[in-house]
């Protein structure tokens, strides 16, 4: 299909060539008048130039096209690791965790079981509106990227899950308060997290560089504190 759609592209360009090609020929070996020679050269060499210069264009878009798809998608597995990070934050007060945050601290969340979750757990309104907000800030970025085509179907699916994982925890223990089924929810977006950070070493490095900032951030802010 690839060489099928070169071909084709090609087909204008080398009918270019052909005709200037042509005309100079002709022009050389049959036309005795200056003027006329003159005229009919400067449209062979219109006709050779032509897709030199639409070949030029294809390939500065193309490389501009690239650049611009690489700035889009660095930009939003920026803003994605962001709101993970932070989620994940929200998801450790939740159940009482504490402790730094590594990318061990959060494949060991994995391991709590839905039970246990359902007995640490304790959701206030504050999390509840944060939960609400990194719902829409996910859909908007899952939104942008399948507008864009930047992220691959599988990560797509991906924060698809964890969408609506927030969401159907949200309901649950807003409507019916069902600590079990909300437990559940939880698990499986930790996991989704997990999937997420493991199926991409770019990501995994990058969330680990803002777990390092976030940590450095910690320390600092606490020496200020004790300097007062």
């Known amino acids: 299909m690839k060489l099928r759609d070169f071909l084709l592209k090609s087909i204008p360009y080398m009918l270019s060539i052909a005709g200037g090609v042509t005309l100079f020929l002709v022009t050389a070996d049959n036309i005795k008048n200056e003027n006329v020679a003159d005229l009919i050269n400067n449209i062979a060499a219109s006709l050779l130039s032509i897709p030199l210069v639409f070949l030029l264009y294809d ?42 945050i590594t990318l061990e601290s959060i494949n060991r969340m994995q391991n709590i079981s839905p039970a246990e979750i359902a007995r ?25 990227s399948a507008r864009d085509n930047i992220l691959p179907p599988d990560k797509i699916q991906n924060l698809s899950g964890i969408v609506g ?11 019916r308060k069902n600590k ?36 450095d951030s910690s320390v600092a802010a606490t020496a200020a504190r004790a300097k007062k």
Request: no cysteine; proline share 1%; charged share 20%.
């Open 165 to 175: 994982d927030i969401s159907r925890l949200a309901n649950e223990y807003k409507f």
């Open 180 to 215: 079990k089924i909300a437990a559940k929810y939880m698990t499986d977006i930790i996991s989704r997290i997990s999937d997420w950070l493991d199926s991409d070493a770019g990501a995994a490095m990058h969330f680990q560089q803002m777990l390092q900032a976030a940590a």
């Open 59 to 100: 390939y500065s878009n193309s490389r501009i096209s690239s650049q611009l798809s690489k700035t889009l998608a660095t930009n939003l597995y920026d803003s994605t690791n962001t709101v993970m990070l932070n989620l994940v934050i929200l998801l450790r007060s939740v159940i009482g965790m504490h402790g730094p």
């Open 120 to 144: 640490r757990m304790k959701i206030t309104s504050a999390h509840m509106d944060s939960l609400r907000k990194y719902h829409d800030a996910l859909d908007s970025l899952m939104y942008r």
